[in-house]
């Protein structure tokens, strides 16, 4: 017997989730610069500080199976977002670094608790493969409209002389609204009449060789996108003496470009095949982020980013919609295991592009993404040739 809950609602929640860590993710490369300045502190240390955010995002993500299982999902989302506010207000109340690197940590927590629930939501709520890859792909959207619209108005802030506690100030506005959406809201119940040992385990053995190289492939992806947003804008000011709003310009055009390609893409999964729609996106986004990444030409790094950022988004939410359906019943474990391990990729970016600029120098932090793009494409490539999704979505469903 399902629970009456409602859809618009739950999706506005998934979206929401979506939204608050795509503020948290692809505004490091703005905001490293003003927090450097406040404490008097070189780039690479407040990008290895950046790693308490990605293992505060990283430790819910790996027990959510667990967590999903055993505690209401509403009451999680409220709690991690109550956490957020009130770690948002103690940083206004004492902006210190050791605050700082508590305070990221904290509101990391609480993002990876709103992406592990936001992203079960939707494939919770669409059983039809086609619905759920374009529902996956329009939450993603807002992830990347994070990026749009707080590079904008960070970059607008900064350049107008903020402190970098604004973009704490808007992270407290967004926890706000969650808990606003989630209180007296019914959410999906987890289905427990086959959770019992014998029938996980049964379950873990099923999902076969091509979900966790798709894992692997969450993962690279998730190492790729980070690296390139949070060094370009560094690039582009030493290689060609670019103004800060200027070259946070170019991030913008990428979560711009990027949000246009999710809007479009959730009418494109469609009509074509997910496998064809993401090795055709792999291949594409490695050439032009490889282009980006090595091209003297300023002009032509603009267009390749916008154009990475086209190629870039289905392949989050599609690499998920694919592995789920290697499964004919997608459990949470699954769900849990492709963010847990593709998260990882958000865990270490930052430590180790930072390790790679204080060794190795700037090009090489930045080129760390196309190297970790050119594992994506491999990882892809091998999956689709394994997949067992395009049979088991011939069998019908009982």
């Given at each position: 017997m399902e629970?009456?809950?409602?859809?618009?609602r739950i999706n506005m929640i998934s979206w929401l989730s979506y939204f608050f860590t795509g503020a948290?993710?692809?505004?490091?490369?703005?905001?490293?610069?003003?927090?450097?300045?406040?404490?008097?502190?070189?780039?690479?240390?407040i990008g290895q500080m950046f790693t308490l955010m990605n293992i505060g995002l990283f430790l819910p993500i790996m027990v959510s199976g667990v967590l999903m299982r055993r505690f209401n999902l509403g009451k999680q989302l409220i709690t991690g977002s109550a956490v957020s506010v009130?770690?948002?207000?103690?940083?206004?109340?004492?902006?210190?670094?050791?605050?700082?690197?508590?305070?990221?940590?904290?509101?990391?927590?609480?993002?990876?608790?709103?992406?592990?629930?936001?992203?079960?939501?939707?494939?919770?709520?669409?059983?039809d493969p086609k619905k759920r890859s374009a529902n996956l792909i329009l939450t993603d959207f807002f992830f990347a409209l994070a990026g749009v619209v707080l590079s904008l108005l960070l970059g607008y802030l900064f350049q107008h002389g903020a402190s970098w506690l604004a973009m704490y100030g808007v992270m407290a506005v967004l926890s706000l609204a969650m808990i606003v959406l989630c209180v007296g809201q019914k959410f999906?119940?987890?289905?427990?009449?086959?959770?019992?040992?014998?029938?996980a385990k049964s379950e873990q053995q099923n999902w076969g060789m091509s979900v966790w190289v798709l894992c692997f492939a969450l993962f690279a992806f998730l190492l790729a996108e980070p690296i390139f947003t949070m060094w370009l804008p560094s690039w582009l000011k030493e290689h060609f003496g670019m103004a800060a709003d200027r070259a946070?310009?170019?991030?913008?055009?990428?979560?711009?470009?990027?949000?246009?390609?999710?809007?479009?893409?959730?009418?494109?999964?469609?009509?074509?095949?997910?496998?064809?729609y993401l090795l055709l996106s792999a291949v594409v986004g490695l050439a032009c982020l490889a282009t980006a990444a090595n091209s003297g030409n300023s002009?032509?790094?603009?267009?390749?980013?916008?154009?990475?950022?086209?190629?870039?988004?289905?392949?989050?939410?599609?690499?998920?919609?694919?592995?789920?359906?290697?499964?004919?019943?997608?459990?949470?474990?699954?769900?849990?295991?492709?963010?847990?391990?593709?998260t990882i990729g958000t865990l270490i970016f930052s430590t180790l592009s930072s390790l790679v600029y204080s060794r190795y120098g700037l090009f090489w932090a930045l080129n760390t993404a196309t190297i970790a793009y050119v594992f994506l494409l491999v990882a892809l490539i091998f999956a689709s040739v394994n997949s067992k999704a395009e049979a088991l979505e011939q069998q019908p469903a009982h």
């Open positions: 629970q009456t809950f409602n859809r618009r948290l993710v692809s505004t490091l490369g703005i905001v490293i610069g003003p927090v450097s300045q406040a404490f008097g502190k070189d780039p690479a240390f009130l770690t948002c207000i103690a940083l206004f109340l004492v902006p210190t670094i050791t605050m700082f690197g508590i305070g990221v940590f904290l509101i990391g927590a609480a993002s990876g608790i709103m992406m592990s629930i936001g992203s079960y939501l939707v494939v919770r709520i669409n059983e999906p119940s987890i289905p427990q009449a086959a959770v019992t040992r014998s029938v946070a310009f170019y991030i913008t055009t990428y979560w711009t470009v990027k949000s246009i390609g999710l809007f479009v893409n959730q009418f494109t999964v469609r009509f074509v095949k997910l496998r064809t002009t032509l790094i603009l267009i390749c980013a916008g154009l990475f950022g086209f190629c870039n988004s289905g392949l989050f939410s599609g690499i998920m919609s694919y592995g789920s359906l290697q499964v004919k019943n997608s459990p949470p474990t699954l769900t849990s295991a492709l963010l847990t391990i593709g």
